[in-house]
Nanobody, 124 residues
Framework: QVQLVDSGGGLVQTGGSLRLACEAP????????IGWFRQVPGKAREFAAA????????CYANSVKCRFTISRDNVQNTVYLQMNSLNPEDTAVYYC?????????????????WGQGIQVTVSS
């Protein structure tokens, strides 16, 4: 059962930007850390970014550092991933996830609530 909803993906040219959003209809995750992960066919789902409940702690994979920004609005119950300077290597299905058991984590296995995933395609 999907409990998070990802949105904002699509097709963009190299160098362009997209902003992904992660919402939880009918529930709040303002006390949970949220992570963004991405996956390409044939490869494992990899970590992209994470944020703790308050937004005071953030972490990024080296591959997206300085280009992606994770943020959250706990009033709107939404987490965002702003993606700038996109390149074809960023093409993937992106998933947001919440951890209900940890205060903060970057490990995929510690996230137990997932969005449905959304396609991001960067053309060259």
């Amino acid at each position: 059962q999907v409990q998070l909803v990802d949105s904002g993906g699509g097709l963009v040219q190299t160098g362009g930007s997209l902003r992904l959003a992660c919402e939880a209809p009918g529930r709040t995750f303002s006390t949970n850390p949220i992570g963004w992960f991405r996956q390409v066919p044939g490869k494992a789902r990899e970590f992209a970014a994470a944020i703790n409940w308050s937004g005071g702690v953030k972490c990024y994979a080296n591959s997206v550092k300085c280009r992606f920004t994770i943020s959250r609005d706990n009033v709107q119950n939404t987490v965002y991933l702003q993606m700038n300077s996109l390149n074809p290597e960023d093409t993937a299905v992106y998933y947001c996830a919440a951890s209900t058991r940890y205060i903060y984590t970057e490990e995929r296995r510690r996230y137990d609530v997932w969005g449905q995933g959304i396609q991001v395609t960067v053309s060259s």
